[in-house]
Nanobody
Framework: QVQLVESGGGSVQAGGSLRLSCIVS????????MGWFRQAPGKEREGVAA????????IYADSVRGRATISQDNAKKTVFLETNSLKPEDTAMYYC??????????????????WGQGTQVTVSS
């Protein structure tokens, strides 16, 4: 059974940084697509960053490009999302997701099969 567990969320002031982690069990992450998504109250879940773990190719949403970095540690089956210069509009529940069968990083949520429970990020001004 594939499971994803996020951690690292919290409350931070604007301008600060956070590093989110997503630990995967039940499947390898060596050749997969993994993504980070977020959902703010009253809004749809949106893709933030994704990585094709086979070649390390990444893709970012315009809203975080230049401020966020997605990375992987295959040995620990963990994917990270580090975001700097956080803004109040980054406040949301952050989810990681995996598609064990894809090879190209994607930000559309329908491409992902398994999801974690989320970790809350709150940025105060």
């Amino acid at each position: 059974q594939v499971q994803l567990v996020e951690s690292g969320g919290g409350s931070v002031q604007a301008g600060g940084s956070l590093r989110l982690s997503c630990i995967v069990s039940g499947t390898t992450i060596s050749w997969t697509c993994m993504g980070w998504f977020r959902q703010a109250p009253g809004k749809e879940r949106e893709g933030v960053a994704a990585i094709a773990t086979g070649n390390g190719a990444t893709i970012y949403a315009d809203s975080v490009r230049g401020r966020a970095t997605i990375s992987q540690d295959n040995a620990k089956k963990t994917v990270f999302l580090e975001t700097n210069s956080l803004k109040p509009e980054d406040t949301a529940m952050y989810y990681c997701a995996i598609n064990p069968y894809c090879r190209v990083a994607r930000l559309d949520r329908d491409a992902y099969y398994y999801w974690g429970q989320g970790t809350q990020v709150t940025v105060s001004s």
